[in-house]
């Protein structure tokens, strides 16, 4: 089935539930019924809702939904785009372990990934995912995690996948994309090789700017290199917490079913039914959305890139892009999303195109349905120190755009009044 058809059907079973729409369990338990399935759940001897901390039927289906579009075996949906990178890397690492991070990546992941982290006893090594070629060198026995971006915000590059994958499979290390910005429609790093993708489901999947959700999908085939991998012991080793369970003995995919029983369980930042529900709206609608959305940007970023007073345009639909390459490469088509970087000639200009254009919200979101716009040196990257900053490719005279689905004129004419 293709992802056009998988978008509106996947994991919903119109048979058995008798709705055109998927229906909405706001619920937050479930009555077993007897004393004997409810045992057997807890005990995993039978899979089914045990409370919606851990699972729900609505969200189920949000999840099915996603690992098909994502080619992969399972997926979890959680709270917020930022607890499903927490657990996946908590997933991966303890105290004690390092991760390898790309430096240009969403500033929330950044501080997430370095600062937070380090409080748990994990720390961070930044590398350069637009080429990395340094990767390999920050390589050791307790590295247990490579993050990065597939298409990076808010300097919009395309991460080396080849360099990365063939790395990480040398040295038996799980590869963590975030695939928040390109969404599975078009690029779907599991089939480029990565192990877990991770989303903010906040963005283009809702689509509209109404919830705000994560979603984690393991590739098929995961568990062979989670099993009997010293690296990873808690995938292999009987889990005191859960009555000596040990993972690797259980017939499912792994890497998402330790995060909802061992992670979800305990940190419980686990996503409302009702988000969910939205998020399965925002899905039905994705292909075409991201087409449009990419459509209309490439015409905004070809204007902006012969405007005199813009001195850099990051936008990989661009033939003159330093990515466009990558793009053909990894991306099933040639389109790059709605999000344009746009380096203006000075930090007066920037903000001044910030606070003067009318259809554009001054909003740090992405992927919504009306257009965007945003300084993120004053906003989204603000608690993140100078060299990080640098490192990330943002300085004062950038605005990120997050073109939405207007009227492309109307848009460039709107840019246009600031700009002349
Ligand atoms: C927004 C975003 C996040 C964080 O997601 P939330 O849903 O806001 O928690 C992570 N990664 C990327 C690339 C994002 O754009």
């Not at 991070?101 to 937070?116: E, F, P, S």
């Not at 990395?132 to 808010?154: H, Q, R």
Request: aromatic share 8%; with cysteine.
């Amino acid at each position: 089935m293709t992802q056009e058809t998988q978008a509106l059907h996947s994991g919903y079973d119109k048979a058995a539930f008798g709705t055109m729409a998927v229906p909405l369990y706001q619920t937050t338990a479930y009555d077993f019924g007897s004393l004997e399935t409810a045992a057997n759940r807890f005990a995993l001897r039978e899979l089914g809702p045990i409370y919606t901390r851990l699972n729900n039927p609505t969200t189920e289906i949000l999840e099915s939904r996603m690992a098909a579009l994502e080619g992969g075996s399972a997926a979890l949906a959680t709270a917020s785009g930022q607890s499903a990178i927490f657990y996946a890397i908590a997933n991966l690492a303890k105290a004690g372990d390092n991760i390898l991070v790309a430096k240009k990546i969403y500033g929330g992941a950044t501080t997430l990934l370095t600062h937070t982290f380090k409080q748990f006893g994990v720390t961070a090594k930044l590398f350069d995912s637009d080429k990395a070629e340094d990767l390999e060198g920050l390589i050791d026995a307790s590295t247990k995690a490579i993050f990065f971006e597939s298409l990076s915000n808010p300097h919009i590059s395309i991460s080396e996948f080849d360099t990365i994958v063939q790395v990480a499979q040398k040295h038996g290390i799980v590869t963590v994309c975030d695939n928040t910005v390109a969404t599975p429609i078009l690029c779907q790093p599991l089939s480029l090789g990565v192990d877990v993708v991770v989303h903010s489901a906040s963005k283009y999947i809702n689509g509209q700017g109404t919830a705000i959700g994560g979603i984690i999908t393991e590739r098929k085939g995961l568990n062979d290199l989670l099993i009997d991998n010293p690296r990873y012991p808690q995938f292999n080793e009987p889990d005191e917490s859960y009555h000596g369970l040990v993972y690797a003995q259980l017939p499912f995919p792994l890497f998402t079913l330790r995060a909802r029983l061992s992670l979800i369980r305990d940190i419980g930042a686990a996503i409302s039914p009702f988000n969910s529900w939205l998020l399965i709206q925002g899905l039905e609608t994705l292909f075409v959305r991201i087409k449009a959305h990419s459509e209309s940007a490439l015409k905004v970023a070809q204007y902006l890139h012969e405007h005199p007073s813009v001195t850099l345009v990051g936008y990989p639909g661009l033939h003159s892009d330093a990515h466009h390459a990558k793009l053909n490469r990894y991306f099933k088509f040639p389109h790059a999303s709605g999000l344009i970087h746009v380096e203006l000639e000075s930090e007066e200009l920037a903000k001044r195109l910030v606070n003067e254009t009318k259809i554009f919200s001054v909003v740090v979101n992405i992927g919504d349905s009306k257009s965007l716009i945003t300084h993120p040196a004053s906003t989204t990257h603000q608690q993140v120190s100078a060299t990080e900053l640098e490192a990330s490719g943002v300085n004062n005279r950038v605005v990120r755009l997050s073109i939405g689905l207007e009227n492309t004129d109307d848009l460039i004419n709107d840019i246009a009044s600031v700009l002349g």
